[in-house]
């Protein structure tokens, strides 16, 4: 995981994570059951590729959903992973399910 890529402990550092960024932010939410865990390494490194290519330019956020429920609910997330595109704390973007760096390219390229 590239060091670029914040992972909060808890709702309220997730919180502090948006509102201290200062650009977009990319947040993917991820969990820990059995099912969920080869997707979501699988878009650990996608997520990393990103962060490195996209440095500066967003913030981005593995938020478990386990540890970070307020924000899961907030968001509406409902498996994992998933990703949001916030941009000024609102939702510009959203995916569900595994994505490749092509198509998560696209995407910030539209937003960003």
Do not use: N
Request: with cysteine; glycine share 8%; aromatic share 8%.
């Amino acid at each position: 995981m590239a060091k670029r890529v914040h992972q909060p402990r808890e709702d309220a550092e997730f919180d502090f994570i948006l509102k201290m960024s200062g650009v977009p932010v990319l947040a993917y939410f991820t969990g820990t059951w059995p099912k969920a865990i080869e997707p979501c390494r699988a878009m650990d490194l996608v997520m990393s590729g990103i962060t490195d290519e996209y440095t500066g330019r967003l913030t981005a956020v593995r938020t478990d959903m386990t540890r970070c429920p307020a924000a899961t609910e907030r968001y509406k997330i409902t498996g994992a992973p998933s990703f949001i595109l916030l941009k000024e704390g609102e939702v510009v973007a959203h995916g569900t399910g595994p994505t490749t760096t092509a198509e998560l390219r696209e995407l910030l390229d539209s937003h960003l």
